[in-house]
């Protein structure tokens, strides 16, 4: 479809077709924590140190008992801390055990030389993560025992061992962040959780069904995982809901659990059309004769569901280091509603945003009408790597981050892009959310829109009443809204469009 769905929006020229999309350039110094992982995996290095069948050294410090990184990491990056941790961050978004360690103690400030990057709001997060991890608690390189003390597994290496050590003391510091936290606080740390894992596709929506689910351990893990036993407080002895409810460990209560909600992500996950996550919905439902019967409802709620965030709290420690966002576009439909920001998007509409958040002072309406500073001053508060070109991510951005601070053009025009895929993939519970965010704001334009989504049933609309819809269309002509035909035909066949599928 053309950008006829924005022909009510726009007031300005069209975005230059020569303004070609620019690739994300990566930096030479690239994290290398992964390695760690993958190196004793395939080749069997001793990496913890050669070890027998007990865990790690109870009279050892973490010099003998932690995994190792690599001193790139761990060493003084004070010149280049913003480098440093926006390396982190990519490794630590695409799920790497170590890099989400490494920032828990970052933010921690554990070193005086990160003092200025303080936040335990932001170290809570990637501890949490790092718990979360399959990386952090499966098996590698065991083998049977034999001999005279009998059948059972040892490891190969003490690789286990020290994975076991650094969630053990992991479980210990977030226990302590998150007692000292408001409710408020602790309720931060869990959404960033959930935005973080939700833009990992199925492998994090089954993690979030597991951190709901009763018959894991606190944060995902098998139930009879030591780490996550010893975060219960107890061993041996009462089931595993007596075990959480008189658990003290503020680290167990951070995602309390319920059927409704692993049955949720589950769903979820099996949405993303990964066919092992449809295998594991359904032995979901087989696991107990109540969830089964919970289908329908949650289906419901599924198409309803939308993250925490547009994106990643867009906030910053005194510093001025952004927290930045390294999760990326995944797949054709991510690719494809990128690549529509060049033809169909109006400029203006980036230009209005650009204006609204202070980066320009008159509303640019072509990508040439910026400067290399005014687009230098918008990625530093995105957090991405300052180079002066102005990529179809960073438009997408600066719409969403105008929105999530409150435009009403820019709520607008975010909920368009929903609706019609240009720059995100079409996704009409969020274009829905957008729409009802600026009607808050009495935007004419948004309570026809959600009238239209009212009185032709939009999946992912909790509200299909006809009578509402009528209410709102009424409401949008006192608001001054008047569609023009060609509008009002846009969004119809945005709508039809949407029950064919």
């Given at each position: 479809?053309?950008?006829?769905?924005?022909?009510?929006?726009?007031?300005?020229?069209?975005?230059?077709?020569?303004?070609?999309?620019?690739?994300?350039?990566?930096?030479?110094?690239?994290?290398?924590?992964?390695?760690?992982?993958?190196?004793?995996?395939?080749?069997?290095?001793?990496?913890?140190?050669?070890?027998?069948?007990?865990?790690?050294?109870?009279?050892?410090?973490?010099?003998?008992?932690?995994?190792?990184?690599?001193?790139?990491?761990?060493?003084?990056?004070?010149?280049?801390?913003?480098?440093?941790?926006?390396?982190?961050?990519?490794?630590?978004?695409?799920?790497?055990?170590?890099?989400?360690?490494?920032?828990?103690?970052?933010?921690?400030?554990?070193?005086?030389?990160?003092?200025?990057?303080?936040?335990?709001?932001?170290?809570?997060?990637?501890?949490?993560?790092?718990?979360?991890?399959?990386?952090?608690?499966?098996?590698?390189?065991?083998?049977?025992?034999?001999?005279?003390?009998?059948?059972?597994?040892?490891?190969?290496?003490?690789?286990?061992?020290?994975?076991?050590?650094?969630?053990?003391?992991?479980?210990?510091?977030?226990?302590?962040?998150?007692?000292?936290?408001?409710?408020?606080?602790?309720?931060?740390?869990?959404?960033?959780?959930?935005?973080?894992?939700?833009?990992?596709?199925?492998?994090?929506?089954?993690?979030?069904?597991?951190?709901?689910?009763?018959?894991?351990?606190?944060?995902?893990?098998?139930?009879?995982?030591?780490?996550?036993?010893?975060?219960?407080?107890?061993?041996?002895?009462?089931?595993?809901?007596?075990?959480?409810?008189?658990?003290?460990?503020?680290?167990?209560?951070?995602?309390?659990?319920?059927?409704?909600?692993?049955?949720?992500?589950?769903?979820?996950?099996?949405?993303?059309?990964?066919?092992?996550?449809?295998?594991?919905?359904?032995?979901?439902?087989?696991?107990?004769?109540?969830?089964?019967?919970?289908?329908?409802?949650?289906?419901?709620?599924?198409?309803?569901?939308?993250?925490?965030?547009?994106?990643?709290?867009?906030?910053?420690?005194?510093?001025?280091?952004?927290?930045?966002?390294?999760?990326?576009?995944?797949?054709?439909?991510?690719?494809?509603?990128?690549?529509?920001?060049?033809?169909?998007?109006?400029?203006?509409?980036?230009?209005?945003?650009?204006?609204?958040?202070?980066?320009?002072?008159?509303?640019?309406?072509?990508?040439?009408?910026?400067?290399?500073?005014?687009?230098?001053?918008?990625?530093?508060?995105?957090?991405?790597?300052?180079?002066?070109?102005?990529?179809?991510?960073?438009?997408?951005?600066?719409?969403?981050?105008?929105?999530?601070?409150?435009?009403?053009d820019a709520q607008m025009v975010l909920a368009v892009m929903y609706s019609e895929g240009i720059g995100v993939p079409a996704d009409y519970a969020r274009a829905f959310?957008?729409?009802?965010?600026?009607?808050?704001?009495?935007?004419?334009?948004?309570?026809?829109?959600?009238?239209?989504?009212?009185?032709?049933?939009?999946?992912?609309?909790?509200?299909?009443?006809?009578?509402?819809?009528?209410?709102?269309?009424?409401?949008?002509?006192?608001?001054?809204?008047?569609?023009?035909?060609?509008?009002?035909?846009?969004?119809?066949?945005?709508?039809?469009?949407?029950?064919?599928r």
């Amino acid at each position: 479809m053309s950008s006829t769905g924005f022909e009510g929006l726009v007031m300005g020229d069209r975005e230059d077709r020569g303004d070609h999309a620019r690739g994300v350039a990566r930096r030479p110094a690239t994290v290398v924590v992964a390695l760690v992982a993958s190196a004793v995996a395939l080749t069997g290095l001793t990496s913890c140190g050669e070890g027998g069948p007990s865990l790690w050294r109870k009279d050892g410090a973490a010099a003998v008992n932690a995994c190792p990184r690599p001193a790139s990491l761990t060493g003084s990056e004070f010149n280049a801390q913003e480098q440093g941790l926006r390396a982190l961050r990519r490794a630590a978004f695409r799920g790497d055990f170590f890099a989400q360690l490494e920032l828990g103690t970052r933010y921690a400030a554990v070193r005086a030389t990160d003092k200025n990057i303080e936040d335990p709001i932001e170290s809570a997060v990637w501890t949490g993560l790092a718990l979360a991890n399959e990386e952090g608690y499966a098996p590698i390189n065991r083998v049977e025992r034999g001999g005279l003390f009998g059948g059972g597994l040892r490891a190969l290496s003490r690789y286990d061992d020290c994975r076991a050590w650094e969630r053990h003391n992991a479980y210990q510091k977030l226990d302590e962040q998150l007692s000292r936290m408001s409710r408020d606080e602790q309720e931060q740390v869990r959404d960033r959780m959930i935005y973080v894992l939700s833009t990992q596709d199925a492998k994090g929506f089954r993690t979030l069904a597991r951190l709901h689910d009763g018959l894991f351990g606190p944060f995902g893990e098998p139930e009879d995982n030591p780490q996550g036993r010893e975060a219960y407080g107890r061993k041996d002895g009462a089931n595993r809901e007596e075990r959480w409810r008189a658990s003290r460990n503020a680290a167990v209560n951070l995602f309390q659990r319920n059927d409704v909600d692993a049955y949720l992500y589950n769903y979820l996950a099996v949405q993303t059309g990964d066919v092992g996550a449809y295998v594991l919905l359904k032995d979901f439902e087989r696991s107990s004769p109540t969830r089964a019967r919970s289908g329908s409802f949650v289906e419901a709620k599924a198409r309803q569901w939308v993250p925490p965030y547009e994106f990643y709290p867009n906030e910053a420690p005194p510093s001025g280091v952004p927290f930045s966002d390294e999760s990326r576009p995944r797949g054709d439909a991510y690719e494809y509603a990128l690549s529509r920001m060049q033809g169909e998007m109006p400029f203006v509409h980036v230009g209005r945003a650009l204006k609204f958040l202070g980066v320009t002072e008159d509303v640019a309406r072509e990508p040439n009408g910026l400067s290399k500073r005014q687009v230098e001053t918008l990625e530093a508060m995105l957090g991405h790597p300052m180079d002066g070109f102005l990529s179809p991510l960073e438009k997408v951005r600066a719409i969403q981050l105008a929105a999530t601070n409150g435009s009403s053009d820019a709520q607008m025009v975010l909920a368009v892009m929903y609706s019609e895929g240009i720059g995100v993939p079409a996704d009409y519970a969020r274009a829905f959310h957008w729409y009802s965010m600026a009607d808050k704001q009495g935007n004419g334009e948004a309570k026809f829109a959600m009238s239209t989504f009212f009185a032709l049933g939009v999946a992912g609309v909790s509200d299909q009443d006809k009578a509402q819809a009528v209410a709102y269309r009424i409401d949008s002509a006192f608001e001054g809204f008047g569609p023009s035909a060609s509008r009002l035909q846009a969004v119809l066949a945005q709508v039809s469009r949407s029950q064919r599928r």
